[in-house]
């Protein structure tokens, strides 16, 4: 009995340690500056989107930089697809308008993570 209730109470505190390996929340966050100045720039649109079939993308979340540049973005979404990060992208269309004064970026963020940038645009 002693044998059964140790294994029990080992299996729980195993279980209860796991919790954060399940973890699916992405964060990214960080900077937008001018690639030329270094200044930041403000309104900047910023998203995690995930890709679907046919190049389709939906957005998770979304934000645009505060006056100092400054951006903070996560989601909770747990599928196989890809989350990309998009900064000044046109493709995220209703999400955020394209500034046409700077270039945009795109990359594929880790998911579970929490990544910090300087992104230059």
């Given at each position: 009995?002693?044998?059964?209730?140790t294994g029990v109470l080992l299996c729980a505190l195993?279980?209860?340690?796991?919790?954060?390996?399940?973890?699916?929340?992405?964060?990214?966050?960080?900077?937008?500056?001018?690639?030329?100045?270094?200044?930041?720039?403000?309104?900047?649109?910023?998203?995690?989107?995930?890709?679907?079939?046919?190049?389709?993308?939906?957005?998770?979340?979304?934000?645009?930089?505060?006056?100092?540049?400054?951006?903070?973005?996560?989601?909770?979404?747990?599928?196989?697809?890809?989350?990309?990060?998009?900064?000044?992208?046109?493709?995220?269309?209703?999400?955020?308008?394209?500034?046409?004064?700077?270039?945009?970026?795109?990359?594929?963020?880790?998911?579970?993570?929490?990544?910090?940038?300087?992104?230059?645009?």
């Amino acid at each position: 009995m002693r044998t059964m209730l140790t294994g029990v109470l080992l299996c729980a505190l195993v279980l209860a340690g796991c919790d954060s390996l399940f973890d699916t929340t992405t964060i990214v966050y960080g900077t937008v500056v001018d690639k030329q100045s270094g200044a930041p720039l403000s309104d900047i649109s910023v998203a995690l989107v995930t890709s679907g079939a046919f190049g389709a993308y939906g957005a998770e979340a979304s934000t645009v930089t505060d006056a100092r540049g400054k951006f903070s973005v996560s989601t909770d979404f747990d599928k196989s697809n890809p989350i990309d990060l998009f900064v000044n992208s046109s493709v995220m269309g209703a999400v955020g308008t394209y500034n046409e004064a700077y270039g945009s970026y795109q990359e594929i963020v880790r998911k579970g993570r929490t990544t910090r940038r300087q992104i230059k645009l």
